[in-house]
């Protein structure tokens, strides 16, 4: 683990900016321990990390019997919404989609459209209830005029950790729900530019992860947390990096400093959890 915590030293002070981060690992007799803990109850904007959250309120209400996964929303013009994901790209509009359609077009091309969509069945107040309901302290989407309308809102490293790790763990909701996320998130399509850049297609496939980038007055923002799997399925890294006050506030690419030390570390945990190195340095 000891090199996981050198080239996190290496690659933040080289990308620059003020990171949050949490990463822990399986433990030898059960449980998880940290690797690095840096900062890592900063209550900060997740930007498009959020929509982890979002997509686990929605998954609570089809859990709890209230929404299915086939339940069909119109797909209309005054939801659309540019930025990141395809939607928008249509020009035309229409379609009658699934939830499940939604779900998967907000995490595996970070839709910003889909989460309109997902404020039509669960408003912000109600995700809010069931985030706090599952034990989440600072994990919030900010409510506006709109009750189906919000922002994605707040959360620290450890929380969005600790999602994760329950996610993977299948505990945060039904095994059907939590095999569902899973399943988008580790998809050979989705994010690239961060911790899977510098991995072959079978790599990838071990790693689940939500990227998140905006801009405030104090910089850019450029987010990355999930998991990484070991061969047997188990989640041996959880992982959450959080950094703002950096530059090049409109590069959202994968030459961004930061999304650099992201392919960076990456490779790194990959590398201590595919070679079996997992309790060393």
Known sequence: ?????????????????????YVTRAGATGGREPVLADD???????????????????LDKVDRGLLSLDRR????????????????LQGVWGDEIT?????????????NTAVRMCGRVAPALEINDIL????????????????????????????????????????LLSDASCRFLLTILRWVDGYHDGVRREMSSIERGRVATKHGADYDERGAARHEAGVVF??????????AFF?????????????????????VLGRVMFDTVGFGTVGHS
């Open 1 to 21: 683990m000891q090199r996981i915590r050198r080239s996190y030293a290496e690659q933040t002070a080289i990308a620059g900016g003020t990171w949050h981060s």
């Open 40 to 58: 890592a109850d900063r209550v900060i904007h997740g930007y498009s990390v959020q929509k982890l959250a979002v997509a686990t309120a929605v």
């Open 73 to 88: 929303l119109d797909l209309h013009a005054g939801v659309i919404v540019g930025g990141s994901g395809i939607y928008h």
């Open 99 to 111: 939830i499940a359609n939604v779900l998967t077009a907000m995490l595996l091309v970070s839709d």
């Open 132 to 171: 706090a309901a599952k034990g989440f302290v600072h994990t919030r989407v900010e409510p506006v005029a709109d009750p189906n309308r919000f922002h994605l809102g707040t959360t620290t490293p450890r929380e969005t950790h600790d999602l994760l790790t329950r996610l993977a763990e299948r505990t």
């Open 230 to 239: 070991d061969t047997a399925g188990a989640p041996a890294l959880v992982y």
């Open 243 to 263: 950094a703002d006050g950096l530059g090049q506030l409109d590069d959202y690419g994968a030459t961004h400093p930061a999304v650099r030390a992201h392919a």
